[in-house]
Structure formats: C-alpha cells, structure tokens
C-alpha cells in the first residue's frame, strides 16, 4: 500500500515518510527498527524529488533524527545486514522487501 502511495504520488511526503517510519522504527510502539539506512534513503529521495509538501512533514527534521538513531549502538548490537533485515520482514509478514532491497 505504502509502495503505490509513492508511485501513484512521488510529489507528496506522506507515503515516503510513512514507509521510512516503519523501517526506521518498526511496525509498533517498542519493536525493533527494520532497517534504518532504508529508512534515511526514503526520505533523502523525497527531499531529493522534491515533494511539495516537505515542510507539513517535517522530512529534514526526521532524516536528523533517524540519523543520530542509526549511530546510536542497541545493546551491543551491530548495523543491520541485509540478512537481518530480510529475516524481520518475515517475521513481520512484509512481503514487498526484495521490492525495496538494493540490488
């Protein structure tokens, strides 16, 4: 869903914005982010678009604050390997992750 509110609206933040919210701080309140990186690459290619509506959204503000989440280390824990990642969606049922998986 959050994939064709990008495609059928690349002008707009909201699909970009929601999909980064979902890889950078996962599915629901306390869970583990997906992939963070992903998430920073979301919002760059909104801001990069530009969509006309990246003030209402706040984008340079939450890209900041994903950055500092993605240096900050999780209980000993390392970056996420592409692996990993694929191993949480998954788990979460996220079916559309090769879709938005680098090459």
């Not at 914005?17 to 890889?23: K, S, Y």
């Not at 694929?86 to 998986?101: D, H, I, S, V």
């Amino acid at each position: 869903m959050l994939l064709e509110l990008i495609r059928d609206h690349p002008d707009r933040a909201a699909g970009y914005v929601r999909l980064a919210d979902l890889f950078g701080y996962g599915p629901t309140p306390n869970s583990e982010h997906i992939d963070r990186e992903r998430a920073c690459e979301l919002l760059e290619q909104a801001l990069a678009r530009p969509v006309t509506d990246a003030a209402h959204y706040d984008l340079e503000k939450r890209l900041v604050e994903l950055r500092d989440q993605a240096r900050k280390p999780q209980c000993g824990s390392t970056s996420t390997s592409s692996q990993e990642t694929a191993k949480k969606f998954r788990r979460l049922g996220l079916l559309t992750y090769r879709r938005w998986n680098r090459p």
